[in-house]
């Protein structure tokens, strides 16, 4: 616009009347002249050495009317417009006007405040008049652009809120830029080799360069993407791969780097790439260091993975003991309890023998034999010695008929393992997942019937016990102290297999066991799983 009017005037400073035009030829084209200067949105003015207004066109004057309420004349000065307490404003524009007069063009902003508050911003541009080579005049172009620097002064408030935002967020936060954009439809291998070579670090807060054992995030300025993720790292690339394919954007990524000493360090990452048209044009980010969490997870697996081996050999010493007792009780006690039955028989059938000292015999005899049989039962209950005999499934057959007897509650059991070998830790968790399971149906559901289930699919043996006694709220037992179901999620997580336990109040009780066959506590990888289901 403003070359536009540069070269209207300079038309109209060629523009000359010849002496051979008439006055109406000249009143002609001065008055298209005018009309062509009055078409013009911006303000324009011509003034005399002194300052004073020669011309204007309507806009100018229009202006000088609805900002200071008087009508402009010839010989009219800006200071016989501007209210006195403006006028401090105008001394600097008088210096500009006098290099305008000594034939330099001058551009300056001039503010003005309304009288009812409102500041108005107007960009004023002066060009000398020439005549002959001497200056005669100044020519005044002035553009109000208040509604741009409002614009510009949101613009600027929005910024320094944002800079602000970034600086002093607890959140690390990063930008980086591409010295050439990244057309995202390559592959992704060739999307990461321009990564680094044309990423860099635009943008980045104080909290992000302390992670990185820097003072400032200014100092950051400039550094490339391989300063941060070393390609050399796999880590660095992997991470890289995942966030291309996901179009870079991608949230809570877990990214490794290294800081200004060298150190490994790890971060929790949120990425969200800029793309336009088809090509990346920087990436903002924020990122949490979780080196210490991830450090203390990692001692927290170890505890674990120490307290499981204690466990695993805890309850191998129980086991142990146990098969000691047992066998004592067995090759022992029983024994001892065996001579004595014998003895108070072989009294009771001597001659001299009353009979009243006989029916003592025949009842003490009885009770030493229910004394044995009672000791017995607690041997097996102890080590039942018939699953390292005969295998686990007819060991389970053994307690089940037992049970069924012993408690009265019918028990239908399924197998198609037969005698196949496996590990004796793996046996000896399934019989006492069993084992448990069946003292907690006696103690607690008071159920009318049982099924048990032991299948081999593959590899996985699939250990299922349902009754149809009165359940249980999995959530209230949660809270109960007692030791059955945490010895069971014991043992199973021993032989990295996995358990869970379904039941409703009035609705029986299922647990389900798996283990692979071929895993016992030597070749544990502790990834076993426990579920409990409402």
């Not at 006007?97 to 108005?120: C, D, H, M, R």
């Not at 980045?204 to 300063?227: H, I, P, Q, V």
């Not at 019989?431 to 590899?459: C, M, Y």
Request: charged residues 30%; negative net charge.
């Amino acid at each position: 616009m403003f070359t536009e009017i540069k070269v209207m005037w300079t038309n109209m400073k060629e523009f000359r009347v010849k002496e051979h035009e008439t006055r109406e030829e000249f009143q002609e084209r001065f008055s298209e002249f005018a009309a062509l200067i009055n078409s013009i949105d911006d303000l324009v003015c011509s003034r005399d050495l002194e300052g004073a207004l020669v011309v204007w066109n309507d806009a100018f004057a229009e202006s000088i009317r609805a900002s200071f309420g008087v009508e402009p004349y010839v010989g009219m000065k800006t200071v016989d417009y501007l209210a006195p307490d403006q006028r401090d404003n105008f001394a600097q524009q008088q210096k500009l006007f006098q290099q305008v007069l000594a034939g330099e063009k001058q551009i300056s902003e001039f503010t003005y405040t309304l009288p009812n508050g409102e500041t108005n911003y107007f960009d004023i541009r002066w060009s000398p008049i020439r005549k002959a080579d001497k200056v005669i005049g100044v020519v005044e172009f002035t553009q109000n652009i208040t509604e741009r620097k409002k614009i510009e002064n949101e613009l600027r408030l929005s910024d320094e809120r944002f800079r602000a935002f970034v600086i002093n967020s607890s959140e690390a936060i990063w930008c980086f830029e591409l010295e050439q954009p990244i057309n995202i439809c390559l592959p992704v291998d060739e999307q990461i080799e321009l990564a680094y070579k044309h990423a860099y670090i635009s943008e980045a807060n104080d909290t992000y360069a302390r992670f990185l054992g820097y003072e400032k995030g200014k100092e950051l300025k400039g550094f490339r993407l391989d300063d941060f993720m070393p390609r050399s790292l796999p880590e660095s690339i992997n991470t890289l791969r995942q966030v291309v394919t996901e179009q870079y954007n991608i949230v809570n990524i877990e990214t490794y780097g290294t800081d200004k000493h060298g150190e490994m360090r790890m971060f929790l990452n949120n990425i969200i790439g800029i793309v336009e048209e088809g090509h990346l044009l920087r990436a903002w980010g924020t990122l949490r260091d979780i080196t210490e969490q991830k450090e203390a997870e990692k001692e927290l697996k170890e505890s674990q993975k120490d307290l499981r081996n204690l466990a695993g050999r805890l309850l191998s010493v129980q086991e142990e003991e146990r098969r000691r007792l047992a066998r004592e009780l067995h090759d022992d006690l029983t024994q001892r309890l065996a001579v004595l039955a014998i003895d108070a028989g072989k009294l009771k059938m001597k001659q001299s023998c009353s009979s009243e000292a006989a029916g003592v015999l025949l009842s003490m005899q009885e009770k030493l034999i229910k004394i044995s049989e009672d000791v017995h039962s607690i041997s097996r209950q102890l080590h039942p010695s018939i699953i390292e005999d005969l295998g686990l499934e007819d060991g389970l057959r053994s307690e089940i008929n037992n049970f069924s007897q012993r408690e009265g509650i019918p028990v239908s059991f399924e197998s198609n393992l037969g005698s196949g070998n496996l590990p004796l830790d793996i046996v000896i968790c399934l019989f006492r997942i069993t084992q448990e399971s069946l003292r907690n149906i006696k103690k607690h559901s008071k159920a009318k019937n049982v099924t048990i289930k032991l299948l081999l699919q593959g590899d996985t043996i699939f250990l299922k016990i349902r009754d149809n006694g009165q359940g249980f709220d999995p959530k209230e037992v949660r809270k109960l102290p007692g030791l059955g179901l945490k010895s069971m999620r014991e043992r199973i997580r021993l032989v990295n297999g996995s358990i869970s336990y379904t039941s409703q109040p009035n609705q029986g009780t299922e647990v389900s066991a798996e283990v692979n066959r071929h895993s016992s506590r030597d070749f544990q990888s502790n990834n076993s799983s426990e579920k409990l289901n409402d």
